[in-house]
């Protein structure tokens, strides 16, 4: 599906705008009896603008809900919810079902049915049965391999590929530690090599304290 915006048109009886989603759709404001700028591409097959249409009820100050009607790429209805005293609550049952009912009473009045193939090229049909053919296959393919493992296998792994990243991550900080900090110790009877020569000293601590003992007697 192509990205859809918001599309505004006017409420014929009270003026105010109703806010509804479509395929295909601009963002733009429309009166009843505009037509909608839609053309059909391969990225919308199968895909139209004509439908009944709630209208985004919670995007609007609190008001009676209504249905946009689109027939043939044309706005042709605004017609308002038939459900007195609507509370808009989405655990009522009975106002789900009116508007349910008053939805499917509207496709059958204004006869919507689905677009006509023949609106999209062979070609672009060609491609899309092709691409689902390689989806249905992908799809089967991971089923497959979920069915071939037992659960606490299948559990055993995504826990696995959950922790490669702080694993690895702690690899390296002890990689960095162990060179910084770890010395290795020498074989025996070994001599330690040195990557440069140690700077000479004068006179260490061991010569310097027999120094002043001797010079004590």
């Known amino acids: 599906m192509t990205e859809e915006k918001f599309t505004e048109v006017k409420h014929p009886l009270q003026g105010r705008w109703i806010r509804f989603e479509h395929e295909g759709g601009d963002g733009r404001r429309y009166q009843v009896g505009d037509r909608l700028p839609w053309v059909p591409t391969e990225a919308n ?3 139209h603008p004509d439908g009944v249409y709630e209208d985004d009820f919670w995007a609007l100050p609190f008001h009676h809900p209504a249905f946009v009607v689109v027939r043939d790429r044309t706005i042709v209805a605004v017609v308002d919810l038939v459900y007195p005293g609507y509370t808009g609550d989405d655990d009522n049952e009975d106002e789900r079902r009116a508007k349910s009912d008053q939805y499917e009473a509207l496709k059958t009045k204004f006869q919507i049915t689905s677009p006509p193939a023949t609106l999209w090229p062979e070609t672009w049909w060609a491609t899309r049965r092709a691409q689902e053919l390689i989806w249905a296959e992908e799809g089967k ?11 606490p296998e299948i559990l055993s792994i995504n826990i696995g590929r959950a922790m490669a990243a702080p694993l690895l991550r702690n690899l390296d900080y002890a990689a960095v530690a162990k060179r ?21 000293v004068e006179e260490t601590p061991a010569q310097r304290f027999k120094r002043l003992l001797g010079g004590s007697k």
């Open 45 to 47: 097959i199968g895909l």
């Open 141 to 151: 393919l991971d089923l497959s391999l979920y069915r071939c493992q037992p659960w």
């Open 180 to 200: 910084a900090f770890v010395v290795e110790p020498i074989q025996k009877n070994a001599l330690p090599v040195y990557e440069r020569d140690a700077e000479p």
